[in-house]
Structures are given as C-alpha cells and as structure tokens.
C-alpha cells in the first residue's frame, strides 16, 4: 500500500487505532469505573458473555483483563452458584488507585491533561453562557449549592462531577458532555487526590460561583475564562500535590 | 432581527406545525398508554413494588420495535418513595441498535456517583407542579440517552396522588428527519422554538438547533403559530 503524503497529520491518520491492546482497554475501562466509584465494593460484574457483547470483544479478551484485574486484587471470582466475579475496593480506598494511576504521569504530561480539560470546559462554558435557558441556570445554581453545602469529601467530588455535567449540557451539547464524562474518568480521578479538604473546598466553590455568574450574565468570555481558570488552578494543585508526594 | 415581530405566512407555517403536532401525537400517544397502565396497575395497592409495573414493558416492545415511529425510548418514573422496594426508580425502556427494547439500567441508589436526582429536572417537575402534560427540550438527556432528546411527559396520578411521569423520548435527530421536508418547503426562513426560544429546528445554516433564539416572546405569539397547548411554535427569521 501506498501512503500519499499529506504532511505530517498523516501519520497519525494511519498510525494504529488505538495503543493499547483491546484487553488493556478493557482492564482500563474497569480500573477507571473502580476508581470514580461507579461499581461500588461488592458490587457484581456482567457475567464474561455479557461483557464481551458490551465492549464488543471476544470472551478470550474479557478473560485476559479479568484474569488481569485479579492479579491486581480489583475483582474477586468466585464459582459455582451464586458465583461470578464482584468488585474489591482496595482497603485504603479508591484514591489508591488514584495515586497507582498519577504515579504514571510526568508533571508535563498532567499539564497537557490539563490544558485539554481545560479547554473542554471553557468551550462547554461559553457555549452555556450563548444558550442556557433560565431553567438551566436555576440548575447550574441549585448544583453549586449543593456543592457549597457538601461536607464529605465524596459528596463534595458528587456535586463537582455534577457541576461539570450540567455545564456541558448547559452548552446543548452531547459532544461535549461525553468528552466531559470521559476527562473526569481520565483527569477527574486524578485532581481529587488533592481536593476535597475545606482549603481547596472552598476554592471550588468560588470559582464555581463564578462560572455559574458568568453564565447567567449571558458573557461567553467571562464564562470561558472562569472555567479555564478553575481547571487551571485544579492542575497546578495537582503538580504540587505530586511534587510534594515523596517518591523513590 | 425581531422575530417575534415578523408573522411569517401561515402557508409556510401550518405543514411544520403539522409536522410537529404528528410527533407529539405519537410520543404522547405512548406517554399516555403508559400512565393508564401504571394508574390501572398501582390503584387499591397501598404498597406498590416494583413488580407491580409489570404491564410497562409488553407496552413498549410493538412500538420500540416499530422503527417508522419516531419514539426511541419509553417508560415510567417513579415519584420517590412510591414504591415500597426502590425508592427512585425509572421503568424506562430503550431501542438498541437491533431494534429492541432494552430495560434501562441507571444508578437509582443516592450515594453512587452515577445518580442523578430526578425530582428537579423540568421533565418531571412541569408534570407534577401544573398536572399538564409537557415537552422537555431539546436537551442533552444524560440521564437515559445522552443524547440530544425531546421528552414528552404526563402526570400519574392514583386516587390523588401524584405517583410519577410516563414519558416518551424522541431524538431530535429523529424529530428534524419528520420536519425537514416541510421546513426545506418553505419559502422564508422559519424556526421551531420552544417555550425559551430554543431552536428545535430550522431552515437556516446561521440559527441551529440548541441555540437560543433572541427576542422571542413565547407568550405572546398567536395561535397560528403554535402548535397547540404545547411549549412549541414556529417563528420567523428574515
């Protein structure tokens, strides 16, 4: 096969789908749900037959990554009636596995994670600034309430993943709200490592408020800005909290 | 531009409201059928379960599995603390990509990350406050279909009580197939606005569905130009 040159976006164009085998995907796929806490401790897992249908792999590949998480102590199998494979949370908690997954990351790589998540939310902002409805800024302002009132730091992660979510669907977009789901799986789990005490709390719920005015002001600009800011001060609460995490 | 101020010519407007009115008949249709077998189901029951809403799914299979209508997904929401053994719950069922309906599994329980609380979204809420019908949207519906939906919505109520919504999604991908032809037909450019004068759709590259459409005063728009008691109606835009 010849590949016309085109420049050099070329090469990403025929550079394989994605990295990472399809088992990796799914053990990721799993590891990150673990992690947000969207399968709960104890919880059971679709039978292998099931998953494979879901992620549209074979059985072979389901078994590879749950033979995988195993290994990682992340699911428990168990035979016979009654039987199947159920979700272990690790004893110290899912921000283990948080901090397992940010060990991976350079500091330059979490800034570029970061600059996408940024510019994800300013997009979704502004958007929602040009269109939400006054019931959707009712929303966006019952939702930072609720984040302001939250006591517990998974309560206070909640109401933040719900903020994010209103916004991009403040925007009227379902483009934007999936890559927004996406980013908190991928960059979400990372930054509550170093949020949820009353300091960083507190800083949440400013910049919050000032999304939400900025929206209700119909300003794009502000809105933009306010939501680039926010995840900005986010990441670099992030770097120091990794830069201050002694590691060998 | 002040649409609210351009009457546009009843001939380009009465095929969309036309348009517009079929997929509401169809969506309430199904809305409707499914709170009387839910009002049919929970009466004289004191202490409704779950497997009481058994009549809600042999409803929806024929028509999920229609695909010439233009509803996607269907169903009941409960109103919390109804049912004795959930106290959220949605009986809400949705075609896959082979045409089937597929039970929807959401987070109904408060802690977990993925719960969404229903009792505040305007889907729900617009039912039970006026006891009228309504149409939601569109909206980014990351609840059910995470995509961008119109919801169509009615009361359930049993001997008083208000017990939750039947509802009806259609795409507005779906909804703007059904109502191209009449807007393409149209010799000026026209909009579908719903009540916050959000663009459903229109004949126009500079006004998408989503956006908000400035200078709409939705009360004060004559009959013609809505499409019955609904939060719908068809403005001008040149």
Partial sequence: ?248 | MNPSNTRPAVADTAPVIAAVATIAEQAFGVATAIAAAVEQALAGRPAPRRSDLAAVEPLLVPVLGDAAQPVQGAGFVAAPGVLQDAEWWLEWFARDADGRAQRLVTHSEPQAIGFYDYQHLPWYVVPRETGQRHVTGPYVDYLCTEEYTLTFTVPVVVDGRFCGVGGADVAVKNAERALLPSLRASEHRIAVVNGFGRILASNSGRHLCGDLLDGVAFDALPSEQRVGDLPLAVVALD
């Fill in chain 1, 1 to 248: 096969m010849t590949v016309p040159f085109y420049g050099r976006a070329s090469a990403a164009v025929f550079s394989p789908l994605e990295s990472m085998s399809r088992s990796e995907l799914v053990v990721r796929r799993l590891t990150d749900a673990i992690a947000l806490g969207l399968l709960p401790d104890a919880e059971q897992l679709p039978g292998e037959l099931d998953l494979a249908g879901i992620f549209g792999v074979s059985t072979v590949t389901v078994r590879e990554a749950l033979s995988v998480l195993r290994s990682e102590g992340l699911i428990e199998t168990r035979r016979g009636r009654g039987g199947g494979s159920f979700v272990r949370t690790p004893e110290d908690g899912i921000s283990h596995l948080a901090r397992r997954r940010l060990d991976g990351f350079g500091l330059g790589e979490l800034r570029d994670l970061g600059d996408v998540y940024a510019a994800i939310c300013g997009a979704s902002a502004a958007l929602a600034a040009r269109r939400s409805s006054p019931e959707d800024v009712d929303r966006l302002e019952r939702v930072a309430d609720a984040l302001e009132h939250a006591e517990k730091p998974d309560a206070r992660r909640r109401a933040d993943a719900q903020f994010h979510i209103e916004v991009a669907a403040a925007a009227q977009s379902p483009r934007l709200y999936h890559e927004e789901v996406n980013l908190q799986a991928e960059f979400g789990t990372l930054l509550w490592l170093a949020f949820g005490d009353d300091d960083s709390h507190a800083q949440m719920v400013r910049s919050c408020r000032a999304v939400v005015a900025a929206i209700a002001e119909r300003d794009p600009h502000a809105a933009r800005a306010a939501a680039e800011q926010r995840v900005a001060d986010s990441t670099a609460r992030l770097v120091d909290y990794q830069l201050s995490e002694a590691r060998p």
